[in-house]
């Protein structure tokens, strides 16, 4: 029987900074996706990272929840990811 060694690249636990998450997510926020996740016989395109970022740590015995970001997203309406540069230009 065949072993197959697997070796991930991820960051060491100490590259995983607030900052750094908020980036990455808002880089992802950006881009648009298939929201039927190729169910459909078309694309939907849009928009699917929005209102907030959760950090959830489940431990033995203990969970904590710490809300990293949040952003102006409504409930109901479409994800606008560049909402907040529109309304910071605006005034």
Same mark, same amino acid.
């Given at each position: 029987m065949r072993r197959l060694a ?16 908020? +980036?990455?997510?808002?880089?992802? $926020? $950006?881009?648009?996706? /298939?929201?039927?996740?190729?169910? %459909? %016989? #078309? *694309?939907?395109? @849009?928009?699917?990272?929005? @209102?907030?970022?959760?950090h959830v740590a489940i431990v033995?015995? %203990?969970?904590?929840? &710490?809300?990293?970001?949040?952003? *102006? /997203?409504?409930?109901? &309406? $479409?994800? /606008? *990811?560049?909402? #907040?540069? $529109?309304?910071?230009? %605006? +005034?």
């Amino acid at each position: 029987m065949r072993r197959l060694a697997v070796a991930l690249l991820l960051p060491l636990p100490e590259a995983f900074t607030v900052e750094a998450v908020v +980036a990455a997510f808002e880089e992802g $926020r $950006r881009c648009p996706n /298939d929201l039927t996740c190729g169910e %459909a %016989a #078309k *694309p939907v395109m @849009g928009y699917s990272i929005g @209102g907030c970022i959760q950090h959830v740590a489940i431990v033995a015995g %203990a969970m904590t929840s &710490q809300a990293l970001h949040e952003w *102006p /997203d409504e409930i109901g &309406q $479409r994800i /606008d *990811p560049l909402l #907040k540069l $529109r309304v910071a230009a %605006a +005034a």
